[in-house]
């Protein structure tokens, strides 16, 4: 009976060391893609952008990239798409857009393997001695809404170089030299931030080599082009670059420039300083084209109506888009949070002061656009009362803090929202604006009246 016992006991021991032995045991995660560290790239990474296709819509690329002798992993480079947009303030690179990729060095194509963790990162095995490599694909821009916006139409292009680049891991980004090269169609003016160094004409139309810059610089310039354009001089080395679908939505009256001549005055009286060599506005008014506001230290990208000119006379609650992007080049460029400044387009940004980054910015726009006149007095405050009147019966704001609105460009990147006004959504933007009212209301009262926003503005930007 006790030895029955006993083998039964061991019998069950073994059994659950069994079941214990037998249970999977989870992999540990690694990231194999080097940090990026803030030492210079050895030569220039060259990026040549086929931007010809107006019928599919598709970029074609090829990129030249320096190999250095030092690499951060011995024997490996790993290539990176942008991921985390500097504007968009969330994982919005369109890695579903590339294809075609293929990488060669020395005549020979390198087999490249997608990081597992993450899906931006294409990982070659380079040979001793190699100095460069080659990298060619192409990017699929969205031929219909229900795949993304539209960038390209028969008669304009809204190209970020964001789409049409990769980079090395590694590296800060604005440690890598880079040169851009576009080909645009023929008939087509380009205008951006970046200038040219040189045009040469090829079959099918030109082909232009803008200034050698670093990769952030190049990812912070986009560029519009199109068959029907038309620039305005706007003063302080400032333009106004407007594409049409048509010519005839071209036709700016005098008044209409001279409003837009007073946003760069008053902004920079404003804001005491200007921190830019020159600026450009890029403005399109399509209905084909998708839309799009987009601000960035040299310039910004822009959407309108094709009656932005001709419509005049209809009040519009959007002609406050071109000062609140170009406020961005003070406040999100020049003044940025801290959470929000990272070496390169992988490591995730941190939103905490977008009441600052878009909350102020949103304010200085409304302020803005009626200081100079493209837009009323009278429209702008009743433009106040809609967002206060709209917030004011925000179920969400009594369990969802605004602060905590700062994470919507990641949680919903923008889709549709069945209850707004349960779960709230980005509004640091309007209710942002309302913090900043109410800090030039409290400055006013304290200081007897002898100061405002207009005084923080000149001491926080116009260092």
């Known amino acids: ?40 790239v050895p030569g220039t990474m060259a990026v040549a952008v086929d931007a010809t296709d107006t019928v599919q819509g598709i970029f074609k690329v090829r990129q030249t990239i320096p190999v250095p002798s030092t690499l951060p992993v011995p024997g490996k480079l790993t290539l990176l798409f942008p991921k985390w947009l500097p504007g968009n303030h969330a994982p919005r690179g369109q890695i579903e857009k590339l294809a075609g990729l293929t990488i060669t060095a020395g005549g020979k194509t390198l087999p490249w393997v997608r990081d597992p963790l993450d ?23 969205a031929t ?60 099918g139309g030109n082909t232009i080599t803008y200034e050698t810059t670093d990769y952030e610089t190049m990812v912070d310039s986009p560029f519009f082009a199109g068959r029907h354009f038309k620039a305005w001089d ?25 409003a837009h001549k007073q946003l760069v005055t008053q902004s920079i009286k404003t804001f005491g300083a200007k921190h830019f060599d020159h600026y450009d506005f890029l403005l399109h008014l399509s209905e084909h084209l998708g839309d799009i506001g987009l601000g960035h230290h040299r310039s910004s990208e822009n959407g309108e109506p094709p ?59 409304y302020v803005l656009a009626a200081r100079s006149g493209l837009t009323s007095r009278e429209n702008t405050l009743a433009a106040y009362a809609n967002i206060a009147a709209s917030l004011d019966t925000r179920h969400g704001r009594e369990w969802r803090p605004l602060i905590d609105t700062t994470n919507d460009p990641v949680i919903s990147a923008r889709a549709p929202k069945g209850w707004v006004s349960e779960q709230r959504s980005e509004d640091y933007y309007n209710e942002g604006l309302l913090i900043w009212m109410e800090v030039d209301s409290i400055l006013r009262r304290e200081t007897g009246g002898k100061r405002g926003m207009d005084d923080f503005a000149r001491a926080f930007f116009g260092t």
Do not use: C
């Open 1 to 40: 009976m006790y030895k029955a016992l006993l083998l039964t006991a061991l019998l069950s021991t073994a059994a659950t060391a069994q079941v214990q032995r037998s249970m999977p045991t989870p992999l540990p995660l690694t990231d194999p893609i080097p940090a990026a560290r803030e030492m210079p």
């Open 119 to 141: 899906v931006f990162a294409f990982t070659v095995d380079v040979p001793a001695g190699t100095r460069s490599v080659e990298a060619k694909f192409e990017f699929l821009s």
């Open 144 to 203: 219909t809404a229900n795949q993304g916006r539209i960038v390209v139409t028969s008669e304009m292009i809204n190209l970020q170089p964001n789409q049409v680049s990769l980079y090395p891991a590694g590296w800060f980004t604005r440690a890598i030299p880079t040169a851009l090269t576009v080909t645009w169609p023929e008939g087509f003016k380009a205008a951006g931030a970046l200038r040219p160094a040189s045009t040469s004409q090829v079959s």
């Open 234 to 258: 706007l003063g302080n080395n400032v333009t106004l670059n407007v594409f049409a679908d048509k010519p005839a939505d071209l036709a700016a009256k005098p008044e209409q420039i001279d």
């Open 307 to 365: 009656a932005y000119f001709t419509g005049w006379d209809t009040p519009s609650s959007t002609r406050n888009l071109l000062p609140h992007e170009f406020t961005h080049s003070w406040n999100g460029k020049f003044r940025r949070g801290a959470d929000s400044i990272v070496p390169d387009f992988r490591v995730p940004l941190r939103n905490s002061m977008l009441w600052v980054y878009e909350g102020q910015t949103q304010f200085w726009g």
